[in-house]
């Protein structure tokens, strides 16, 4: 195939064919993390969500996807054409160009910056422009409220996300996301076991980030309308919305990559071999749980109550039997397919696990009123970053200028922000009702 | 080595037409986003230049953090009648024409000397990257003035929060 | 991450910094709103960073980037007093036009 394609563009080939299936997967993705998110949602809250459209409402988002391309394109009397049509574009795109730099694999990268941390951080600070101009361009007050609190908000966040970054990169050495999980297989160990506190702010900082309860006053349905998508309907709004979905896949993506080990696997030193064999035990596991679930939807399927849903059991049964044969043929493979085939998985479970919490807070707690929201910001979360990463620096600094052990000093390190958050905490919890009593400020 | 003529290309033009868009629009948002457009063609020109770390800073700084803070104050002090007024002042012709003879100056001094800046040789090594030769650079040699520009920041934060306070 | 390629000629950076320079000093000179210019004056900082990048390139040296480090800072800083200074003006005189801005006490 080599000798078919002329070596000026060779090495565009690829990267080119990783963004193709990119921007046509992510649509669908997007749509089924909706669908995710209800049914997490009616599961939590002990009822069923979508059953409706198709097997157990899979084919929802397909619905959902088609009556917003059919919806009337309303734009409002006074509002800025331009602005009005290049805000979701921009939302959009910066979510979309945050791809171009995401590890999903060893090899499935279209391009390795030497900046790559930074450049995705970038773009997603430049992702505030499509709500601020969003809002504006609508010629509304819920608009434009809606849209500066929102940037005001992604504004202080993404600040303590990038310092709770920060800390992580200390311990990684490089900007590089491909470095950045090569030095967590270096040292052994993922970084959110050295740097918990980091990675409990970026959690934090990028649901913010992310507009996601509680954080999601500005898109909150009693608030605001629906703040700065207000005017927005049919297919604008579903641009805002799988942008805002894509945002969520990117962060996820970063804290799996810089703190989760990317696409490594829960024990990348353990290669203790079955016996006999070249394939490494840990490497079986994938296999051995996807047959797991087979087993148990079979073993489910004759006890549902309607035939359609017996069917639906058995093909899903069957579909997770099809995935363990897929990983387990993928083990004795070429080295380069193995690879591709388990960073992938490892990766995407992690992603999806990050996404888990996101959902899981988002129907936990409830939601932050917006000078409490930016309170804890300002007040508690970028204080007790810039702690963080003085003490991880210090612990650092410790363990290889002063010869202690790292993994001791990363634990005095973490029990020292720990004390300060605590301080912090009790400190504002302290000063809230006399704010209160004052009236606000 | 056409890629490089091409990229120039396209992030020059982009340049130049978002700035030449930006003095001349009466809507002042509108003004806002072509220089957003102009600032990250200058980013490209950065990276174009292999200043990679330059590139991201001017994204994060110049786009996502000043001109941020524009498009608020604009839309803060937005009024509808000054987009109705007359746009340019009374001294536009002998303005125009002074910033013309400035450049044709200058524009004189590069042509006498075209040809002279040398090229440079092809580096080969390219160790310290970027970010790290910043980094290197900044804390070593140029220690004073970034702790001077961090003073200077923190007088322009207080200066700016004095500013725009309400006296109640 | 492939190998470093060579620079087209400083001269076309040159000219494309004294393009967006003269542009930034006509914004500046002729425009009536304060915004504007600036805004006008943001590009002329930008014009001289891509000058200054342009010969760190030529040199090979970081001491460019370094200096336009520092001209971002600078530019970030005088945009956000002369932001608070606009809003200020704005909020006793209800104006930002630079013909209005004309009495120094009132």
């Not at chain 2, 990250?40 to 230049?49: D, K, N, P, S, V």
Request: charged residues 10%.
């Amino acid at each position: 195939m080599g000798h078919l394609i002329p070596p000026s563009i060779l090495p565009y080939v690829l990267p080119v064919i990783y963004g193709v299936v990119i921007v046509a997967v992510l649509p669908l993705m997007a749509g089924y993390i909706v669908l995710l998110e209800r049914k997490v949602m009616a599961d939590m809250q002990a009822r069923l969500g979508p059953m409706r459209v198709g097997p157990h409402g899979l084919l929802q988002p397909i619905a959902d996807a088609v009556k917003l391309l059919l919806k009337e394109d309303i734009i409002p009397e006074k509002a800025d054409k331009l602005m009005f049509w290049i805000a979701p574009l921009v939302s959009v795109t910066m979510a979309l160009v945050a791809y171009s730099a995401m590890p999903f694999g060893p090899a499935f990268q279209i391009a390795d910056l030497n900046v790559g941390l930074l450049f995705i951080l970038a773009v997603s600070s430049l992702g505030i422009y499509g709500i601020v101009l969003g809002g504006w361009a609508s010629n509304s007050h819920y608009s434009l409220l809606g849209a500066l609190r929102s940037a005001a908000q992604l504004v202080s966040y993404e600040t303590a996300a990038g310092l709770g970054l920060v800390s992580a990169l200390l311990l990684a050495g490089s900007l590089s996301l491909k470095e950045i999980v090569q030095a967590q297989y270096d040292q052994g160990e993922w970084f959110v076991f050295s740097v918990p506190i980091g990675f409990f702010i970026y959690l934090v900082g990028s649901i913010a980030e992310t507009n996601r309860a509680p954080f999601d006053l500005p898109e909150a349905e009693s608030e605001l309308v629906a703040g700065y998508m207000t005017e927005y309907s049919g297919f604008r709004w579903s641009l805002y919305f799988l942008a805002e979905y894509a945002n969520m896949i990117i962060v996820a993506g970063i804290a799996t990559t810089l703190f989760l080990g990317g696409w490594l696997r829960p024990f990348p030193h353990f290669s203790d071999h079955l016996p006999g064999t070249s394939v490494e035990i840990m490497d079986g596991l994938p296999a051995m749980v996807f047959l797991g679930v087979a087993l148990y939807c079979f073993w489910l399927a004759p006890k549902q109550p309607v035939k359609i849903q017996k069917i639906v059991m058995a093909t899903v049964g069957g579909l997770c039997i099809a995935l363990a044969g897929t990983m387990v043929a993928a083990l004795f493979g070429p080295e380069g397919v193995r690879l591709g085939v388990y960073g992938g998985f490892w990766f995407m479970v992690k992603v999806m696990g990050y996404l888990y919490a996101f959902l899981w807070v988002r129907f936990t707690f409830p939601r932050y009123r917006f000078d409490q929201l930016m309170r804890l910001g300002w007040r508690f979360l970028i204080p007790l970053a810039l702690v963080n990463l003085i003490a991880v620096a210090t612990a650092k600094v410790a363990s290889q200028e002063w010869g202690w052990y790292p993994r001791i000093t990363m634990i005095l390190a973490t029990i020292f922000t720990l004390g300060v958050a605590l301080w912090l905490a009790s400190r504002d919890a302290k000063q809230e009702p006399a704010v209160e009593a004052a009236g606000g400020d | 080595m056409a890629l490089n003529y091409i990229l120039f290309a396209f992030f020059a033009v982009m340049a130049i037409g978002s700035s030449i868009l930006m003095v001349t629009r009466r809507n002042i948002i509108h003004s806002a986003v072509f220089l957003i457009g102009a600032l990250l063609a200058t980013a490209g020109i950065f990276l174009q230049l292999q200043a990679e770390f330059l590139f991201v800073v001017q994204i994060i700084l110049y786009v996502g953090g000043i001109m941020v803070l524009f498009v608020f104050v604009i839309m803060l002090v937005n009024l509808d009648v000054s987009m109705r007024l007359v746009q340019f002042n009374r001294q536009k012709w002998v303005a125009g024409v002074l910033a013309l003879v400035l450049g044709a100056q200058v524009l004189f001094a590069l042509w006498v000397g075209r040809g002279e800046l040398r090229l440079p040789a092809p580096a080969v090594d390219v160790s310290p990257r970027n970010t790290e030769a910043i980094g290197q650079a900044l804390f070593q040699h140029y220690m004073l003035p970034f702790e001077i520009a961090s003073i200077l920041l923190l007088v322009a934060m207080i200066g700016a929060v004095v500013m725009a306070k309400r006296r109640v | 991450m492939g190998a470093p390629t060579t620079m087209i000629a400083p001269d076309y950076y040159l000219l494309l910094s004294l393009a967006l320079f003269t542009i930034g000093v006509i914004g500046v000179l002729t425009r009536r709103n304060v915004i504007i210019v600036l805004m006008s004056i943001e590009l002329i900082l930008n014009a001289v960073n891509i000058n200054l990048m342009a010969f760190s390139r030529m040199w090979g040296s970081v001491d460019g980037q370094v200096f336009a480090i520092f001209v971002i800072t600078d530019a970030a800083a005088e945009a956000a007093v002369g932001l608070g200074i606009i809003l200020a003006f704005f909020r006793n005189r209800e104006t930002v036009l630079a013909d209005e801005m004309d009495m120094l006490k009132w």
